[in-house]
């Protein structure tokens, strides 16, 4: 079992920045794959990147790539995702994934609560 718990959210403009931070509980994090998804108002929620246990193996959804870069510190129990470049579509709740599988696309076993992004145009 894995608690995790999103931060780092908020309003941002059009071509800001933003670091959300997703820290787990438990002693057992390096045995997570992670990833990040997101869900827009009235849409599904959507695969936006995936970090393999170890960190050496990083995915991303076409829309997000070279804006967004995933990463974990496994002695801090934290997944990290900087995304750049934002822009007004990037607006959503993101939500912090786990699975003990080798990746979060392959399905998600445990989910943060969300952290609300919002880009002004």
């Known amino acids: 079992q894995v608690q995790l718990v999103e931060s780092g959210g908020g309003l941002v403009q059009a071509g800001g920045s933003l670091r959300l931070s997703c820290a787990a509980s438990?002693?057992?994090?390096?045995?997570?794959?992670m990833g990040w998804f997101r869900q827009a108002p009235g849409k599904e929620r959507k695969f936006v990147g995936g970090?393999?246990?170890?960190?050496?193996?990083?995915y991303y959804a076409d829309s997000v790539k070279g804006r967004f870069t995933i990463s974990r510190d496994n002695a801090k129990n934290t997944m990290y995702l900087q995304m750049n470049s934002l822009k007004p579509e990037d607006t959503a709740v993101y939500y912090c994934?786990?699975?003990?599988?080798?990746?979060?696309?392959?399905?998600?076993?445990?989910w943060g609560q969300g952290t609300q992004v919002t880009v002004s145009s």
């Open positions: 994934a786990a699975t003990p599988r080798d990746t979060v696309v392959g399905g998600v076993d445990y």
């Open positions: 438990g002693r057992t994090f390096s045995s997570y794959a």
């Open positions: 970090i393999r246990r170890s960190g050496g193996s990083r």
